[in-house]
C-alpha cells in the first residue's frame, strides 16, 4: 500500500516516526530503567533518535538496524549532534535477516515495524537470540481500541487479524512466552502529531517538486493516509511500546 520512499519524504521532519513524543520517549527510558552501559539493539531504528538519545541521556549504547539509507545518515547526523557517534553503529540492512551476536544485548527493540518477523510472534522470535538472560523486548504495536467496521481494515492497509486490542494483544504475549512488564502508550493527540505534520511536509514537497515523475504517486498515498486517520484510525487505532521480560518471572 504504501513503499519506502513515500516515507522517505513524508516523514523528512520526523525525528520518531511513530506516534510518540519526546516525553513519551523519555518516559519509555525511564520506565524500561534503562542504565548507563546498557547495551540496545534497535531493529528497524528508524533515524535513531531514541538509541541516541538513551545514549545521551541515559548512557546506554547499542546498534540500530534499518532498510533506509535516507533514515540511517539522519541517525548518523543526529548521533553526531547529541555527541554520541562513538556509542551508537548504525547498520543497513534487512532486520528480519539480521543476525547479531546470541545474547549479546540487554534491550532488544522493534518499534512499529513488527511485519520484519511477519507478525508480532514472528518478530519477537528474530529479537529473541540477541538478548542476554534477564534482558528486556521492547515493541511497539498497532491495537485496535474498540473493533472498527470492516472497510476500516482496507482503508488502513491491514488484515483483520492482524491486531487484537489491548487484551488479546497480552494474550499474543502470553503465547510467545514473554511476560508483560510494562507499556507506555500513544494517544490521539499524539497519532495526530505524527500524521497530520507529514501533511504539510507532502504539501510543501508537491509545491516543490511540480514535474517530479513520483509526485502523482506522492500525493495519492497523502491524500489516502489523511483520509483513512480520519476516518479510521483517529478513532480505531491505538499505539504504543510494550515491555516485556524474555522469560516469565
Ligand atoms: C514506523 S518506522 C519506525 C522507525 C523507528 N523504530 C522509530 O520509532 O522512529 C518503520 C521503520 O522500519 C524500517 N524498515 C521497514 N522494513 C524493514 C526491514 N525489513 N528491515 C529493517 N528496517 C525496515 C523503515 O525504514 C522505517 O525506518
Known amino acids: 500500500m504504501s513503499t519506502l520512499w513515500q516515507h522517505e519524504i513524508a516523514e523528512s521532519e520526523h525525528r520518531v516516526l511513530n506516534p510518540f513524543t519526546d516525553d513519551r520517549l523519555r518516559l519509555l527510558g525511564e520506565v524500561a530503567r534503562i542504565a548507563p552501559g546498557a547495551r540496545i539493539l534497535d531493529l528497524a531504528c528508524g533515524k535513531g533518535e531514541m538509541l541516541c538519545r538513551w545514549a545521551a541521556e541515559r548512557g546506554a549504547h547499542g546498534v540500530g538496524v534499518d532498510l533506509s539509507e535516507v533514515f540511517l545518515s539522519a541517525a548518523r547526523a543526529r548521533a553526531e549532534e547529541l555527541r554520541v557517534a562513538e556509542r551508537v553503529?548504525?547498520?543497513?540492512?534487512?532486520?528480519?535477516?539480521?543476525?547479531?551476536?546470541?545474547?549479546?544485548f540487554d534491550v532488544v527493540c522493534c518499534i512499529g515495524a513488527t511485519w520484519i518477523g511477519g507478525g508480532l510472534a514472528g518478530t519477537l522470535e528474530v529479537m529473541r537470540p540477541a538478548l542476554a538472560p534477564g534482558g528486556l523486548l521492547l515493541v511497539g504495536e498497532v491495537f485496535w481500541n474498540e473493533t472498527p467496521p470492516p472497510a476500516a481494515y482496507a482503508a488502513l492497509g491491514c488484515k483483520?487479524?492482524?491486531?487484537?486490542?489491548?487484551?488479546?494483544?497480552?494474550?499474543?504475549?502470553?503465547?510467545?512466552?514473554?511476560?508483560?512488564?510494562e507499556m507506555v502508550l500513544a494517544d490521539t493527540g499524539d497519532w495526530d502529531?505524527?500524521?497530520?505534520?507529514?501533511?504539510?511536509?507532502?504539501?510543501?514537497?508537491l509545491k516543490a517538486h511540480p514535474g517530479d515523475p513520483r509526485a502523482g504517486e506522492m500525493r495519492a498515498f497523502a491524500d489516502r493516509a489523511r483520509r483513512s486517520h480520519l476516518a479510521y484510525g483517529r478513532r480505531y487505532l491505538g499505539w504504543g511500546v510494550f515491555v516485556l521480560r524474555g522469560e516469565p518471572a
Do not use: I, N
Request: proline residues 4%.
Open 89 to 104: 553503529r548504525f547498520v543497513h540492512g534487512d532486520a528480519g535477516a539480521h543476525r547479531a551476536e546470541p545474547g549479546a
Open 160 to 181: 483483520p487479524d492482524e491486531f487484537a486490542d489491548l487484551a488479546g494483544t497480552l494474550d499474543r504475549f502470553e503465547a510467545a512466552g514473554v511476560e508483560l512488564v
Open 193 to 205: 502529531r505524527y500524521v497530520a505534520s507529514q501533511w504539510w511536509t507532502v504539501h510543501q514537497w
